[in-house]
């Protein structure tokens, strides 16, 4: 079972002193009274947005805080929940931030995430996620968190890859996060093993539970900065996984395909050097994308019992559409 607060390693540059952000109010270590949430930049589906807050709310999230890229007043008014906080990124919200809205998606992550981190009063800590992510404890979201050392400024939370398959949703682990090497790779996927860092397709940094309170302090994508420099007392944790839902099915990974090949995650180098964007290209063209999936990033007997066999797999069933319906009711039916 895994649990508690991964020994880790901390960030920063060896050969300068330390530049720790400084905590002034480390907040309580009782998970019964810990306040915890969330800050996500989102479009899309109604279906998709109230299923990653229903999740959150019933893993005991104080506050669920949705920046809305594109307002729906449906989509607002189906959504109001005591405990989520809608915030619609209309012109006169960037006007009130005193600049233009970026053209850039995830510099529009990096300064809402910053907004809500201060304006994070009644919070301990805050997570910036994305809304194809669903935090996967192995107790509690509250208990990791109460947990850590008083002098600690953020845990980094390991990516859990979610595979294709019926329920319950399954998410694979990559080697390194499990104190394994990336030899095992070319077993676990014959073809393309050696070609993807980690064996997954989405990124392998993670993401950041911060504590709040700091000065100065700026929330990124998958870090955060003090003072302009990357915070250095951060440590990785096992006690939450960051279950991603990046291609759960087909249909998913070609629809977001072009996306992420000109302006998203798939630009950048895999093992070996080899663009992921190129691969994906060669693949395409010899009508060997969906063979690639199906290795990859299909729950198949044969991959899941070898990740079980590595420790590297992690089945939790979400339930979402019942998760909804206690959170918010029924689903509109004209909602995807």
Known sequence: MRGGVGQGTTFGMTDKPPRPA?????????????????????RGPLSRIAGFAAWHLSLGAARVTLYLDDPDPAQIAYLDHPRVTLIPCTPQFWAGLDRPRPDAHQRRQALVATDAYRDSAGLNWLAHIDMD??????????????????????????????LAGPPPERFKLAPRHVGKTKSLLPRLYPTFGQYLRGGFISHLEGKLFARTGIERFRLGIHGASYRGHPIENRTRTTGIWLGHAHAPDWDTFQRHMGYRLTKGSYRNPQAGGLPFSQLLDMLAQEGALRAFYDEVCSATPHLVAALQAEGMLITRPLDLPAKIADSFGPLPKDAQ
Do not use: H, K
């Open 133 to 162: 992510e669903f935090l996967l404890p192995e107790t509690s979201v509250a208990e990791t968190l109460a947990a850590a050392p008083p002098d600690l400024g953020a845990l980094v939370m390991n990516p859990a890859e979610q």
């Open 22 to 42: 400084p905590i002034t109010r480390p907040g309580p270590a009782d998970p019964a009274v810990l306040n915890w949430g969330t800050v996500t930049l989102l």
